[in-house]
C-alpha cells in the first residue's frame, strides 16, 4: 500500500508562483510513476503533469507546458508541483498520483493511488 499526502496549496493571485508537494511512503519512489491531476469546481480531473520511473521523462497537459514543472527526489520519496505564472484557470484542488506498472497516462483510471489534494485557488 502506498500513501500519498499533498501540501502546498493556498490562495495566490495572478502571476504568483507556489510549489506543491507529495510525500509518500509505504514503497520506494523509485518503482513509482507519479503524476498530478487537478479538478476544479465543476469540471472533470485532468491529468496535469507526470514523471515515469523508468526514464525520468516529464509529460504535461498544453496548458501548463512552460509554466508548471514536475520533478521527484527519490532519496526523500517526495515529488514536487513548481507552478509559475499561476492563472485564475489553475485554480482546482491537486492531486498527487502513483502508478506501479511505469507508464506515464494522463488517464485517472490508469492509477493506483491518490492523494487527498490540496486546494490551489488564483484570483486574478
Known amino acids: 500500500q502506498v500513501r500519498l499526502v499533498e501540501s502546498g496549496g493556498g490562495l495566490v493571485q495572478a502571476g504568483d508562483s507556489l510549489r506543491l508537494s507529495c510525500a509518500a511512503s509505504g514503497r520506494a519512489l523509485l518503482t513509482l510513476t507519479m503524476a498530478w491531476f487537478r479538478q476544479a469546481p465543476g469540471k472533470e480531473r485532468e491529468f496535469v503533469a507526470g514523471?515515469?520511473?523508468?526514464?525520468?521523462?516529464?509529460y504535461y497537459v498544453g496548458s501548463v507546458k512552460g509554466r508548471f514543472t514536475i520533478s521527484r527526489e527519490n532519496s526523500k520519496n517526495m515529488v514536487y508541483l513548481q507552478m509559475n505564472s499561476l492563472k485564475p484557470e489553475d485554480t482546482a484542488d491537486y492531486y498527487c498520483?502513483?502508478?506501479?506498472?511505469?507508464?506515464?497516462?494522463?488517464?485517472?483510471?490508469?492509477?493506483?493511488?491518490w492523494g487527498q489534494g490540496t486546494q490551489v485557488t488564483v484570483s486574478s
Open positions: 514523471t515515469s520511473w523508468s526514464d525520468s521523462r516529464t
Open positions: 498520483a502513483a502508478n506501479r506498472d511505469g507508464s506515464v497516462s494522463n488517464n485517472m483510471n490508469e492509477y493506483d493511488y
